[in-house]
């Protein structure tokens, strides 16, 4: 899951930015409303954190272009202003959700899971290809009953992986999704973690999972 949050207080987005990768969420940030709506606008995230007060753009008005350009991410709304007349203007313009600062991270993940279980409603709650099980939830991941240990790069990969399985991932669409906007996409770190993954999934198996398409990318899938 990719995660765009939009936020000119330096240490508050560095803080959540944190929380969130170590969450295994691919995160980008702004400190820009201006920029953080041409972000948005490409369409790439999985959920968007706005902040109302932003320099460039105010975030109220990046919400409702976001919502004009058929942006149908979930966004929530993280801000100091807590009168209730703010948080329905939000709401009316499209938000999701709003919290207010100062915040307790446990609660903003758990605002972040809700909506991203809200924005995959029809994504099934385990997800299984052949034997390989992965638990959104627990984050376990098991093969033929076996218990697999990831790093929290490798689970996101994963989780990619199964998400969009039988389909050709290519690198820029994994640099997308896992990693994020900054990431250098002529280096070898997306064949090097896929090998990580092949070693726990694949090594010693009869049956490979992960498979190589040669010129496009990769591709999860049981034969």
């Given amino acids: 899951m990719r995660i765009l949050v939009i936020e000119d207080e330096a240490k508050v987005a560095?803080?959540?930015k944190r929380a969130l990768e170590e969450e295994s969420y691919a995160v980008d940030l702004s400190a820009d409303g201006a920029q953080g709506l041409d972000l948005g606008l490409s369409g790439s995230y999985d959920l968007i954190v706005i902040d109302l007060m932003l320099p460039g753009l105010p975030g109220l008005e990046v919400l409702k272009r976001l919502r004009k350009e058929k942006i149908q991410a979930p966004v929530l709304i993280l801000t100091a202003q807590s009168q209730v007349d703010q948080k329905v203007k939000g709401l009316d313009a499209g938000a999701d959700d709003y919290l207010t600062k100062p915040f307790a991270i446990d609660e903003l993940l758990a605002r972040v899971r809700a909506l991203l279980r809200r924005g995959a409603a029809e994504t099934p709650g385990v997800l299984q290809i052949d034997d390989l099980v992965l638990n959104p939830a627990t984050r376990e991941v098991t093969r033929a009953?076996?218990?697999?240990?990831?790093t929290l790069k490798e689970y996101a990969l994963l989780e990619y992986f199964m998400r969009h399985a039988g389909r050709v991932l290519t690198r820029p669409m994994i640099s997308e999704h896992v990693w994020n906007q900054d990431f250098d996409t002529f280096t070898n770190v997306?064949?090097?973690?896929?090998?990580?993954l092949r070693?726990?999934?694949?090594?010693?198996?009869?049956?490979?999972?992960?498979?190589?398409v040669r010129g496009s990318g990769y591709m999860l899938k049981a034969d």
């Fill in 199 to 212: 070693n726990k999934i694949d090594r010693g198996r009869g049956r490979k999972l992960i498979h190589t």
């Fill in 190 to 196: 997306i064949d090097v973690y896929v090998n990580y």
């Fill in 145 to 150: 009953g076996q218990r697999i240990d990831l």
């Fill in 14 to 16: 560095s803080f959540i």
